[in-house]
């Protein structure tokens, strides 16, 4: 985040924290950061559906991506005691809130909708938190997928690629035509989302287990790992040269009108291809990046609960149980480009990419080959996400050969899993000191051999320069 975006994430955080509303009996105040075009529209649904049941929505959107810029607003919120009734949420950051008792339970509406029955495993572990659940989720997205121009495809005799020198001769195909091979956006999430499928594709799921979820650092440091970097070097070789900071869905846009042939991102980018008036089949293809047939990884939208006063919470236990209705969830990833969170939704209303996908995710949940994704907060903690992000972006943009990046990937999440043992986690209410339980412990049992890296990587050296973290670190490393 940049000083200025910084600034206004502050000064929005500050006025959220100073409004105090006026609760309806029935109303729902919801914190989000669904504000294009195909994401509004899907919202709309949920908004509808909640009016229908006498449940008045009051927006809170927070523009802004992957929703740092609310998560700043949020914190501001609750620090004041006035928290959202719901807050969209991803990952990890779930369950962070859940370990800081900020969450309500949603134990009694679950067991009696049978919540437990219908979500996957893989869902349920960040819905829940010591087996309460805390969240309702939306949706299952996907990341490892292509969507392309079927004009273009169609033009030059193209089929869906299955190989990764397929999908290369593709890309030749189309540059040599003078198309954009390969629309992408300058954005540490958005080459991590390629990353995501991209190392899938290079190792297959149990590597993918051992160096984006184990994070075991033989998986990091190999040539398996090479290889992927090596793809993504290739793949910017197809980049246009004014992709940096281009947001997602312009390079969705891209695509759709015809200027690119394809975009590697996760199955939110259907819905601008939806909202554009586009069908599947038609005038756009989906599949999986070539490798990574058979797996999926994945994240899911979910609205976390938050701990508020009673008179809120028949509206907030209203909102929770229609997110988690049948036809609410068809209703919505319709128009969203998702697939269901329940697995007993019918496809019926789902158009082709809609049922590759609930297919692709019966079968990975069957199989075991259903992954979070590390790119959106689903296989690693924040901290950790973060220093991948810094690699591959560094990497992308030139700064590090493969052999590097490798080198420093390794070195930066040791550096991220030692911020976990040692970090102050920001405090709820002002005058919370830094908590340090157990931390000189953990440090101790962290392998010597891992310090020097540590030291190294950009993640230490930047928490390094607060002072908590600067201070402790005196005392646990000798």
Request: charged share 20%; glycine share 8%; aromatic share 10%.
């Amino acid at each position: 985040m940049n000083k200025r975006t910084l600034l206004a994430a502050v000064s929005t955080a500050a006025l959220f924290a100073s409004y105090v509303p006026a609760h309806a009996a029935g109303e729902v105040e919801v914190l989000h950061w669904w504000t294009s075009g195909g994401e509004a529209a899907a919202l709309n649904v949920l908004k509808d559906d909640l009016e229908t049941k006498g449940v008045t929505w009051q927006d809170m959107p927070i523009a802004g991506g992957g929703g740092e810029q609310a998560m700043t607003v949020l914190r501001a919120r609750v620090t004041s005691g006035n928290p959202p009734v719901a807050v969209q949420m991803l990952g990890f950051d779930i369950l962070d809130w859940a370990a800081e008792g900020a969450l309500a339970n949603l134990n009694e509406v679950a067991a009696r909708e049978n919540w437990d029955e219908v979500v996957p495993a893989a869902l349920q572990s960040f819905s829940k938190y010591e087996d309460t659940w805390i969240a309702a989720p939306v949706n299952v997205h996907s990341t490892n997928w292509v969507w392309a121009n079927k004009k273009i495809f169609d033009e030059l005799g193209l089929s869906e690629p299955t190989t990764w020198d397929e999908l290369v001769a593709a890309l030749d195909k189309i540059k040599d035509a003078g198309y954009i091979p390969l629309a992408h956006g300058g954005q540490a999430w958005q080459e991590a989302t390629i990353f995501d499928g991209i190392v899938m594709g290079a190792g297959g799921p149990d590597f993918y287990q051992r160096a984006l979820i184990d994070l075991d650092p033989e998986a990091l440091g190999s040539e398996t790992m090479k290889i992927a970097f090596d793809r993504m070097a290739t793949l910017r070789s197809y980049v246009d040269d004014n992709f940096s900071g281009r947001d997602w869905n312009l390079a969705s846009s891209m695509v759709i009108e015809g200027q690119a042939g394809m975009q590697m991102m996760g199955d939110w980018a259907k819905g601008e291809f939806l909202n554009a008036g586009k069908q599947p089949g038609e005038d756009f293809l989906c599949f999986r990046i070539p490798g990574s047939q058979g797996t999926v990884t994945f994240n899911a939208d979910q609205f976390a609960m938050f701990s508020v006063s009673e008179d809120r919470r028949e509206a907030q236990i209203e909102m929770a149980s229609s997110i988690m209705s049948p036809a609410f969830q068809t209703a919505f990833n319709v128009v969203k480009g998702s697939v269901p969170a329940r697995m007993d939704v019918p496809d019926t209303a789902f158009d082709a990419c809609g049922k590759k996908g609930m297919a692709d995710l019966a079968a990975a949940s069957e199989s075991g080959t259903l992954f979070g994704s590390l790119a959106h907060g689903h296989a690693a903690a924040a901290s950790v996400k973060n220093a991948f992000y810094d690699v591959i972006t560094a990497h992308f943009n030139g700064e590090f050969s493969s052999e590097e990046a490798v080198e420093e990937l390794v070195n930066a999440v040791a550096g991220a899993l030692l911020l976990e043992y040692v970090r102050c986690p920001g405090a709820l209410g002002a005058g919370t000191t830094c908590r340090r339980k157990n931390r000189r412990q953990r440090w101790q049992q962290l392998p010597k051999s891992d310090r020097g890296p540590a030291y190294r990587s950009r993640a230490f050296r930047s928490a390094y320069r607060v002072p908590c973290h600067a201070s402790f670190w005196h005392r646990v490393s000798s």
